[in-house]
């Protein structure tokens, strides 16, 4: 009877509780991304200082970003959406927005403008691909490769066609397992020029070519679909070059000390961000705005590049951009978006992919299965 | 003499006067229906006992299971989000080389128009575009582009009355004079287009309805206010009166005053903004002329090509065999169906692959799990416990750790192949390749099943009296013969039990084959899996999905016909 009450009692407060704040805004979140060193460099150039602010917060984090379009698809058809914000590429930021399961934005209302004054949207240029999305990183796929190959006899890869090399880089390769980023290395490989990458893909002799291409160094690679993959195989020596995200090869080379070399030529330059799903009650969406203005704004940007190697989305963090905050190096020369890294980059056709991945993935995939 | 094999008449048996009375219970009713009460109180006790966990199964595996299978077929999208538009193309001839004619068109751009506005538009091309590369974009591209075709009309109208750009004009004009007769059907035809669109359950008032004269009048402004007003209203909670149409309804209106018949009837009209409607239509020539066909194909050159159409008309029923098809490696084409282009092709081969590499695995687990399995049965039990562990012991580790562990095992800087180059037996620069390949497949997954036959054939073996194999031996079968003749087919069951577990959880595996298969290791499922969750075609997925049930219950059955399901045991 007593523990009854105490019960009816306890609920009763919560419940008083819960309508106060319910014309505010609610207490806890949750945010959903990647895991790993990218998470944590979120926690601590976003999360810890906000709450530090707002103590009476508490944030849930979700490890699910690699399946988040799945996930909210069968949120949404569930009916019971259970995340706040979500840590998303642009390619599937764009799915998200064109399924209508992430919200569109007004990327000027509800974001902060750089210090001088500029607008977000201008702040944020380019890196805006979709209505629904909030850009807060650059970031490339590129080559990193062991630098203590004997047969190699001293030479380094200087291009990405060295990939391509086996006679000068005998060795085995890794590279992504699906027909993005491979495709255009190969057919720049091919010697198409940079800028007709995409119309020649869209032909069937072009989407063969680039196949051909690949063919040549095919019984030498290993294909990856993890992101961690490629340093592992690296630091083992499994392979001696290979494709990945530009920050994991740093952490690879930067803190954990291995032979390791960045090869920058041809890096193909991608956006992740955050989008909100779409259906949030009131009270909800208040607190994600909330965060989401803090964490977006110049000085979090540039704050995230201390603990990662990927490059702000916002023009303005760029010159805000410090050391490493326990490795205390220099983090710009580290950023994709360096210019002495960025002299040779292929910016991703991100609405090109949206219509062609389906059908190259299966051109792919019967081409790796043969 | 047929008379004599006749039964007796009833009345000439002793007792059949009681049968006319019925037997009564203790309670004075009937024993017989006594009998069938109690018996169904029990069944129904019965049923409550287990309801829990019938309700549990059927609500948390069978009907997400076949909600996820009838995704295989289903395809209401393309009827929900274009209904017009595909009710016209059902007439349009696909083999020839012209588009649709402006009619359709016409059906189009008001489709789209809604569909934009509920943002709907671009679901349906993530949607065909699983059916032909480009339709994505060309119809996100599209549902930019309706609203600058209808601007023009829109323009148009309210330079010839400024009263065309007055959300109470339009509101007093549809709706005419309160005690006209109001077109209820409109209201409820446009609110199921609604709903179907939006997949959508409202049901509400919307604070509007047309006036029957209108609706005459002009038919298709009707319409097009009508799906506006439901819009406003239901999904956006907008009073109707205050909001200013949309393009959509401009050009509608330009289109219904441009008919021929339009000045006439508006000039016997007498309902509010009579007067606007008539300088509209005596002036209709001043307005321009709607061409959907040229503004689409202007917008978007693919709206003129037609294969574009040819797929829109294919996929238009509401239900469909093209995902089943392409799991197959065929596909619908306006010639029939036909098999994918040879670059295309991949599901038929990645299935046979499962089912090969499957089989594969089962036999090895036998070849391993059966001595394993004999001798646990057949030592002291203290021993036998002891080595049980080690049996499962990997059985409780995790998928993930084991799988990882064969990898540094198998790699070529790992385990196996430094410890064959210290010896000798391999050149350095020659190491051999076991993993990301089948063979590493097959060793993953070999070890990670095992435990799965050994501990059936453990539990019927166990069962086997010691003495059968004495006794043959005394009667002087060699050792081969006591055990092939006598021992194994008693241990049969035990090895159909292994077999059926193993293979039918090897065919489903996903998360080995996905880290250490490589390219020529992975399964179907491993397809599955991508299309679920990275280019979300569900409909290919449950039907590449549905296939693999059928099969494992195909082969199920085959087992149950040639060994049968009563031989197969799990237990003593």
């Known amino acids: 009877m007593k523990l009854a009450r105490t019960l009816m009692a306890t609920s009763a407060l919560t419940l008083t509780a819960g309508l106060v704040n319910a014309a505010d805004m609610v207490n806890d979140m949750t945010l959903v991304s990647w895991g790993g060193a990218y998470q944590k460099s979120q926690v601590d150039a976003y999360t810890d200082p906000y709450l530090a602010e707002h103590p009476e917060v508490s944030i849930t984090w979700d490890e699910s970003s690699a399946e988040a379009v799945a996930k909210l698809r069968a949120q949404n058809e569930a009916g019971n959406i259970t995340w706040d914000l979500v840590d998303v590429t642009i390619a599937d930021a764009m799915r998200l927005c064109d399924e209508g399961l992430a919200m569109e934005i007004d990327h000027d209302e509800m974001l902060a403008p750089a210090p001088d004054g500029t607008p977000a949207s201008e702040d944020f240029g380019n890196t805006i691909l979709s209505d629904c999305f909030i850009p807060q990183i650059v970031y490339s796929i590129t080559f990193g490769y062991r630098n203590d190959v004997d047969a190699w006899n001293g030479a380094t890869p200087t291009s990405v066609c060295d990939v391509f090399d086996l006679e000068k880089f005998p060795g085995k390769r890794s590279m992504y397992k699906g027909p993005i980023y491979n495709m255009e290395w190969a057919l720049l490989c091919d010697g198409v020029a940079k800028e007709d990458i995409y119309s020649t893909l869209e032909t069937e002799e072009g989407q063969q070519r680039a196949l051909d291409k690949l063919s040549t160094i095919k019984d030498q690679t290993i294909w990856w679909s993890a992101g961690a993959d490629t340093p592992q195989l690296l630091a083992d020596g499994e392979v001696v070059i290979g494709s990945t995200y530009n920050g994991r090869l740093f952490s690879v080379i930067a803190e954990q000390n291995q032979p390791v070399s960045m090869l920058w030529d041809a890096q193909i330059y991608d956006v992740d961000g955050w989008i909100i799903p779409e259906g949030l009650p009131e009270e909800r969406l208040a607190r994600v705005k909330d965060f989401l203005y803090y964490a977006t704004d110049t000085q979090r940007l540039a704050d995230q590049a201390k603990f990662i190697s990927y490059g702000p989305a916002r023009a303005s963090s760029g010159p805000l951009v410090g050391k490493h905050a326990t490795l205390g190096i220099e983090m710009a020369p580290h950023m994709p978006t360096d210019p002495a890294n960025a002299q040779n980059i292929i910016m991703m056709d991100f609405p090109w992919w949206a219509d062609y991945r389906d059908d190259l993935d299966a051109k792919f995939q019967a081409w790796l299965a043969k | ?572």
């Open chain 2, 1 to 572: 003499m047929t008379d004599a094999a006749a039964p007796p008449a009833p009345e000439g048996r002793p007792g059949a006067k009681l049968k006319a009375a019925p037997v009564l219970a203790a309670d004075g009713r009937p024993l017989k229906r006594s009998l069938a009460r109690a018996l169904r109180m029990q069944k129904l006790r019965a049923l409550a006992l287990v309801a829990p966990l019938l309700l549990f199964v059927l609500i948390t595996f069978i009907a997400p299971i076949a909600d996820m299978l009838f995704r295989s077929v289903e395809n209401q999208i393309v009827s929900n989000t274009l209904p017009q538009t595909t009710e016209l193309l059902a007439d349009w001839d696909s083999t020839t080389s012209e588009a649709p004619d402006e009619a359709v068109f016409e059906a189009l751009f008001f489709d789209m128009f809604l569909a934009a506005e509920a943002k709907e538009h671009t679901k349906l091309g993530s949607r065909l575009n699983y059916e032909r590369t480009g339709i994505s974009s060309l119809f996100r591209s599209t549902g930019r582009d309706v609203g600058k075709i209808g601007k023009e009309f829109q323009t148009a109208l309210k330079e010839q009355n400024e009263l065309w750009n007055d959300a109470g004009f339009w509101f007093a004009l549809m709706t005419g004079n309160p005690p006209a007769p109001r077109d209820t059907a409109l209201v409820k035809a446009q609110r199921n287009r609604l709903n179907a669109l939006v997949s959508g359950t409202y049901d509400g008032d919307i604070g509007f309805a047309p006036s029957e004269e209108i609706a005459r009048i002009l038919p298709r402004t009707a319409r097009e206010y009508t799906a506006f007003a439901s819009f406003e209203a239901l999904v956006d909670g907008r009073d109707v009166a205050k909001r200013k149409p949309w393009e959509s309804v401009h050009a509608a209106l330009v289109l219904d005053v441009k008919a021929p018949e339009a000045p006439a009837m508006i000039a016997a009209y007498d309902g509010p903004g009579q007067p606007e409607l008539l300088a509209l239509a005596e002036n209709a020539a001043a307005l321009p002329q709607p061409d959907f066909k040229a503004a689409f194909i202007e917008a978007d050159k693919d709206w003129g090509r037609t294969r574009t159409w040819q797929t829109i008309q294919m996929y238009s029923p509401p239900f469909t065999a093209g995902y089943f098809l392409n799991a197959v490696d065929l596909e619908k084409t306006p010639e029939g169906i036909q098999p994918r282009p040879e670059n295309q092709r991949i599901y038929v081969m990645l299935f046979q692959r499962t089912l090969f590499m499957s089989l594969v695995i089962t036999f090895s687990c036998i070849l391993l799990g059966y001595p394993v399995a004999w001798i646990l049965a057949n030592l002291p039990m203290r021993t036998a416990n002891l080595l049980m562990i080690l049996v499962l012991l990997p059985f409780w580790t995790s998928l993930l750790v084991r799988t990882s562990a064969w990898k540094v095992m198998l790699q070529q800087q790992g385990v196996i192949n430094d410890t064959l180059v210290w010896l000798g037996l391999v050149d350095d620069a020659q190491r051999l390749v076991m993993i990301n390949n089948q063979f590493g497949t097959i060793v993953a997954m070999t070890h990670i099943l095992l435990p799965f036959m050994i501990l059936p054939m453990y539990s019927v073996m166990q069962t086997i009296p010691p003495a059968y194999l004495r006794a043959a031996k005394s009667l002087g079968a060699t050792n081969w013969t006591a055990f092939w003749r006598v021992y194994f087919p008693q241990s049969v069951p035990g090895i159909g039990a292994g077999s059926i577990l193993v293979f039918i959880l090897s065919i489903g595996y996903y998360i080995t084959p996905e880290i250490v298969g490589g390219t020529t290791g992975t399964f179907i499922s491993n397809r599955i899996a991508y299309h679920i969750s990275s280019s979300l075609n569900w409909g290919l997925a449950a039907a590449l999905g549905s296939i693999l049930l059928a099969v494992v219950l195909l082969l199920y059955y085959a087992y149950d016909k040639i060994v049968g399901i009563d031989n197969v045991k799990l237990g003593g």
